[in-house]
């Protein structure tokens, strides 16, 4: 049993014979030489330096015959996490199309923010301080998912919240924004639907033609989440996956990822429903 690393320092898992297991037991990929495959036999990534896990952009397109994955095991405790390693323009921790450099927690855009992470092709997510460095810079659009200070600001209430009746209290719209009023509750009845499904179809309609900061206040819950949930439904990265398998791959994406309990409760509940609509 060898155990594995992210390229950008978070334990993921261990490598048993030719199988890539997650550190909590779930068998998501097997090994052809350094290269893995998951089970549906799409190209996952590949073994550098002896335990780093990296995905080569140039080989998002190939495939192997598929396989049956093992049940699940039991779980280990996680190893500690290492400073992320440079890379190579032609490499990245997800792959697609916009070569980046390199921060502690993963693949970080080129102009100057500290720890917003590209997920998907122009599709970032980070916190409050990341809106701040690049929100006079052209070419973005923005997700405001947070309702503190955006959503207060947007409408202009002084008091604990915004009046129900406001045709804007859930949703705000502004040119190269999307404005949610969304609190990182631990009740996930105070989480509406509605607020989820505009911001993953503001990414969908956006993605184009523009670099998308999806965040939040912390970027570590909500936008994470919404994240999470726009490549389960738009995109095969998080196909052939069952749920708990599915958040471990996309912890390799995003290590900051740590939801509050109703974010997920909320994409406990909604799971299969953002998997039909794939």
């Known amino acids: 049993m060898d155990w594995l690393w992210t390229w950008g320092g978070a334990c993921f898992g261990y490598r ?3 199988d890539l297991w997650t550190y909590d037991g779930h068998h998501i990929g097997r090994f052809h030489g350094d290269e893995i495959y998951g ?25 192997k015959p598929g ?5 699940r095991r039991g779980s280990y405790a996680r190893y500690a996490s290492y400073a992320g390693d440079a890379m190579s323009l032609d490499m990245k921790t997800s792959p697609r199309r916009r070569p980046s450099a390199k921060s502690k927690t993963g693949v970080r855009a080129s102009d100057g923010s ?6 998907e092709g122009n599709l970032f997510v980070g916190g409050e301080s990341d809106e701040q460095q690049v929100r006079r810079q052209p070419g973005w659009f923005f997700i405001h998912a947070c309702k503190e200070p955006y959503h207060r600001q947007a409408l202009g209430y002084a008091g604990r919240a915004a009046s129900k009746d406001h045709p804007e209290y859930l949703i705000a719209r502004r040119e190269g924004r999307l404005i949610l009023n969304l609190v990182d509750a631990a009740d996930v009845n105070y989480i509406p639907a509605g607020i989820v499904d505009a911001a ?5 309609e956006n993605i184009g033609d523009h670099r ?10 909500r936008s994470p989440t919404i994240g999470l949930l726009y490549l389960l439904k738009f995109t095969d990265r998080l196909s052939g996956l069952d749920r708990d398998a599915a958040i471990d791959a996309f912890r390799s994406i995003y290590p900051p990822y740590n939801p509050a309990r109703g974010m997920a409760e909320y994409a406990r509940i909604n799971w299969d429903r953002y998997c039909q609509a794939a």
């Open 212 to 221: 998308i900061l999806l965040h939040c206040n912390q970027g570590q819950s």
């Open 16 to 18: 048993d014979d030719d």
């Open 114 to 119: 500290k720890n917003m992470i590209e997920i």
């Open 39 to 63: 089970r549906d036999g799409r190209y996952l990534g590949e073994l550098r330096n002896q335990n780093r896990l990296i995905t080569h952009r140039s080989k998002s397109g190939w495939r």
């Open 67 to 71: 396989f049956g994955a093992f049940g």
């Open 200 to 204: 993953l179809v503001a990414i969908h």
